[in-house]
């Protein structure tokens, strides 16, 4: 499919719009309907005055991201490995785990989910080491799960090796990840940045974990959970898998053998790169799973508890907490990432949409804070791009080193907005800074374009399938290739700059049209899931030049009228990552009807499907101005993590509703 090749003219070759009496017989809404626009506009009132009491006094947004009770049982276990577990953090702890318990005695991955091995394997660990007894009666269902399940040895790897650091699982039946492949150049394969930037930091501290092979006591036995465990016969040599069985086991034989001089160099060499990538506020990537993997590794290299790394780094850790008042005494859970950046981006956006201009006391202080979190150092990022000048935002409070491009590209988005909305006359000076830096952000992303011409989020050129055949890497993503969202993002980006012609533009808009789903849908990589990438596409498409009438554009906005929902909403599940069946089907959320709203409002804001979907908003919305969204539609990991992003349920909304307004009254 070539951008070229726009539909014609000629209405009567047109593509085909879709049947209006089909859509509204399918959506329940009587035929003649007046557009509700006195609805929309109370909805968005309410939902902009909820959004401006969340603003925090420093000028940032930032809503809770919630996943699953892995996070919090990975930090007893890692609380227990350290020797600072308290009863009152277990306990705390514990009450959450418990109130996230399944009926069927397991634990999901995701809101409505279905029980997940692992994550029922940790959780009902972290409840012993919380105190719960394993003749209660919740615990006993779990255990019976677990054992029918296969027991530890069918869940994943990293939760074997959560074990093992307690003595319940050999480190000689674990995958090995030898040190002394810090030593390996970047054009080699499985050297370090051939990993995603989230799993490179992840694996480098285990390569020193692996080293050590510590076990440490939990304080109890988990015999109660002990099922057979039949290893699964090796695969045969000529596939992927077996080769790296085979590699695998090559490697156990060199941990047997391994050269002292250059083994003690790896160690020393990895923890000098694990030091070099601690961030301000003691992080590592501002992610959970480098952050207890480095910590773990420098104290067995023998850095003391009150190092200044390792005692920044638990602070640090322990600001990701959220601890609440509950029935029975303090409820505690912990944030896998912050999300400050984007959240403030997006806030922005919905709320410039909606008729805040740039005087505004919130989009002020929004404009200072977004101008001083400016990247303006060198990161990881220029390992593929070593000429490249830095620029660009992340997506946490501190994460200097991991700027990211989908950060980047919607912080411009939202400095086009403040400037657009009278800024330079508020206070030019900060005009002129903000300016400067989007222009600085949109230059790094547009260096960070793989060969591909479109864009991952952290790395360019990150797109080696070889790491993901590791049987180390049995869970999640390992590498950044290009996806659609970001691409989408970046696209519109250089369109609202009003660079449409530019080689880079045109790259990402063929590369999005290459990749349209057949059923005319895109995949999301970063959020849940072909309704989320779609709805990214669609109005990038159309901000970049696309005509509406592209075939590609109509091929969407049928599949977006199909899979709206009789009540008017649009939902998707998590589980279409791995199963088909659920592309564009789920629980209707406010967000998800949003990112439909948004792609419609851009290709054909007269289309039926939209005013039954702004509908469906306002009647959902509720008193205090926003939504309930228990559904967890951002991505981490397509099919292995998934995110409930608190602000989702309110931001998008606010801007799908602002610009149906816009659209309704011509401007």
């Known amino acids: ?109 995701f809101y409505g989910g279905p029980t997940d091995l692992s994550t029922t394997y940790e959780a009902y660990v972290a409840l012993r080491l919380a105190g719960d007894s394993p003749d209660a009666e919740h615990m006993r269902s779990a255990a019976a799960l677990i054992r029918a399940r296969g027991g530890l040895g069918a869940t994943r790897v990293f939760t074997r090796l959560w ?38 930091q992840t694996i480098v501290p285990l390569t020193i974990v692996g080293h050590f092979r510590p076990v440490r006591s939990l304080g109890f036995s988990l015999t109660e959970l002990a099922a057979a465990y039949t290893p699964p016969a090796r695969a045969s040599w000529r596939s992927w898998a077996g080769a790296f069985q085979r590699l ?20 020393r060499r990895a923890a000098e790169w694990i030091l070099a990538r601690q961030e301000a506020d003691g992080c590592w990537g501002g992610i959970q799973p480098p952050w207890v993997y480095s910590i773990m590794a420098l104290t067995l290299l023998g ?38 950046v984007w959240d403030t981006a997006l806030a922005v956006v919905a709320l410039a949409d909606t008729g805040v201009r740039a005087d505004d006391e919130a989009m002020l202080a929004a404009a200072r804070w977004l101008g001083r979190e400016e990247v303006t150092v060198t990161g990881d990022w220029a390992v593929a791009r070593p000429e490249l000048a830095p620029g660009g935002w992340a997506f946490e409070f501190a994460n200097d080193i991991y700027p990211d491009t989908d950060d980047t590209a919607e912080v411009v988005l939202a400095i086009h907005r403040l400037l657009d909305g009278g800024l330079s006359a508020v206070d030019p000076e900060l005009a002129a800074r903000l300016a400067a830096a989007a222009g600085r952000g949109a230059n790094w992303v547009v260096g960070m374009r793989s060969a591909n011409g479109a864009w991952g989020a952290f790395d360019a050129d990150n797109t080696s399938s070889i790491p993901t055949k590791l049987p180390f890497c049995d869970f999640g993503e390992v590498v950044d290739p290009p996806s659609a969202d970001v691409t989408a993002h970046v696209v519109e980006m250089l369109g609202v700059l009003g660079r449409r012609s530019d080689p880079a533009t045109r790259s990402g808009i063929q590369w999005l049209l290459d990749n349209q789903e057949p059923g ?39 599949w977006l009228a199909e899979h709206q929902q009789p009540g008017g909403g649009w939902g998707e599940d998590p589980r279409s990552y791995q199963d088909e069946s659920w592309i564009g089907r789920g629980e209707a959320t406010a967000s998800q009807t949003a990112w439909a709203l948004l792609a419609l409002l851009a290709a054909d804001p007269d289309h039926p499907a939209v005013d039954a979907g702004v509908r469906w908003l306002a009647d959902t919305q509720r008193a205090d101005g926003t939504w309930d969204e228990p559904q967890f539609t951002g991505t981490g990991f397509p099919g292995d993590f998934t995110i409930n992003y608190h602000l989702y349920r309110l931001t998008f909304p606010l801007t799908a509703l602002g610009r149906y307004l816009a659209a309704r009254s011509g401007g």
């Open 520 to 558: 005319g849908s895109w995949f999301g990589r970063w959020g849940v899931n072909h309704i989320y990438g779609t709805g990214a596409v669609v109005p990038a498409l159309i901000e970049a030049g696309v005509p509406a009438d592209h075939p590609a554009i109509r091929r969407a906005v049928a």
């Open 303 to 340: 850095y003391s508890m009150d190092h200044p790394s390792v005692a920044a780094a638990l602070r640090g850790l322990d600001g990701f907490a959220i601890v609440e008042d509950g029935p029975d005494g303090p409820v505690r859970r912990l944030e896998a990432c912050q999300s400050p």
């Open 248 to 267: 695998d086991g090559v490697l156990h034989r060199y941990e047997r053998r391994r050269l002292p001089r250059l083994r003690r160099l790896a160690l």
């Open 1 to 109: 499919m070539k951008l070229t090749s726009h539909a014609p003219a000629d209405a009567a070759r047109r593509p085909p719009r879709a049947d209006v009496s089909a859509v509204l017989d399918h959506l329940d809404v009587p035929d003649g309907r007046p557009a509700p626009v006195a609805g929309a506009r109370a909805a968005m009132l309410a939902a902009r005055a909820h959004l401006l009491g969340l603003r925090s006094p420093e000028g940032w947004w930032k809503g809770e991201l919630e996943t699953n009770v892995t996070m919090d049982a990975e930090d007893l276990m890692l609380r227990q490995f350290l020797g600072i577990l308290t009863p009152e953090t277990a306990a705390a702890t514990g009450r959450w785990i418990r109130s996230q318990q399944r009926d069927d005695g397991g634990w999901a991955t």
């Open 163 to 200: 074990l093992a650091l307690f003595g319940e699982w050999s480190w000689d039946d674990l995958p090995v990840m030898p040190a002394e492949m810090i030593f390996l150049p970047a054009w080699m394969p499985l050297n370090p940045y051939s990993f995603g930037c989230w799993a490179r």
